[in-house]
């Protein structure tokens, strides 16, 4: 089990950026894949992006070119950049870890609200 810690949401403007960060409990350096996921009101959750133990990176269309996920090994920490916001952007965000194919571990999600 890892236990995830998001922070980093709020507020901003269209246009405007935010980064995401989420902690984990132990080494990520072994954890088969990291990702986030969001939801917004009424809808279901959907994947944003996803970084594996290789490096490999997942973005959902609508966010490519604009979102990018990172992390940072000796801090135990994943990102997720989000620049160019749109008010579609809005919803709940969650941080997702995979230690195992069929084990996925998801913190309590962080909100990000984006204004027209």
């Known amino acids: 089990q890892v236990r995830l810690v998001e922070s980093g949401g709020g507020l901003v403007q269209a246009g405007g950026s935010l980064r995401l960060s989420c902690a984990a409990s132990?080494?990520?350096?072994?954890?088969?894949?990291m990702g986030w996921y969001r939801q917004a009101p009424g809808k279901g959750r959907e994947l944003v992006a996803t970084?594996?133990?290789?490096?490999?990176?997942n973005y959902a269309d609508s966010v490519k070119g604009r979102f990018t996920i990172s992390r940072d090994t000796a801090k135990n920490t994943v990102y997720l950049q989000m620049n160019s916001l749109k008010p579609e952007d809005t919803a709940v965000y969650y941080c997702?870890?995979?230690?195992?194919?069929?084990?996925?571990?998801w913190g309590q999600g962080t909100q990000v609200t984006v204004s027209s």
């Open positions: 997702v870890a995979h230690p195992t194919a069929n084990v996925e571990n």
């Open positions: 132990k080494s990520i350096f072994s954890i088969l894949t």
């Open positions: 970084l594996d133990f290789g490096g490999t990176t």
